[in-house]
């Protein structure tokens, strides 16, 4: 059985809560990606997407160069550590509706993150499941 690590994403590059949300979208285009871990040194604080600055903050009339990404970021962010099992990482991330999930280690570091592709790409099986449970249309939070 595989474990988190064996299909996960090292060295990802993270981003400070006082950053502005100009800075983490230039970033995210750089990365070509999504979404970034939100840190103060190895300690996950968050998550910002690329949907947080949209509907969070543009659509508010926010300013990108004047808001923080600790103003719009999501916090609780749900995370696995590295010697978790893939079998129960699909799982989660089919009933909770994400695809990427920040992974820490015993000390709660962040040492990367697995996403629906990591496991896809490894674990073919599993990840059409959870494709499924994530891509269930989900209510409104309004």
Known sequence: MLNVS???TRDVE??????TLQRAAQMMDELNVGALPVCTGNRLLGMITDRDITVRAVAAGSLPTE???SDVMSEG?????????????????GGLQVRRVPVLNS?????GIVSLGDLATRRIGEADAALRAISQPSMPDR
């Open 14 to 19: 993270v981003i400070a809560p006082e950053e």
């Open 6 to 8: 064996d299909v996960m």
């Open 77 to 93: 962010v749900r995370w696995v550590h590295e010697d978790d099992s893939t079998d129960a990482v699909t799982k989660n991330m």
């Open 107 to 111: 000390r709660d570091e962040l040492v």
């Open 67 to 69: 808001t923080c990404v």
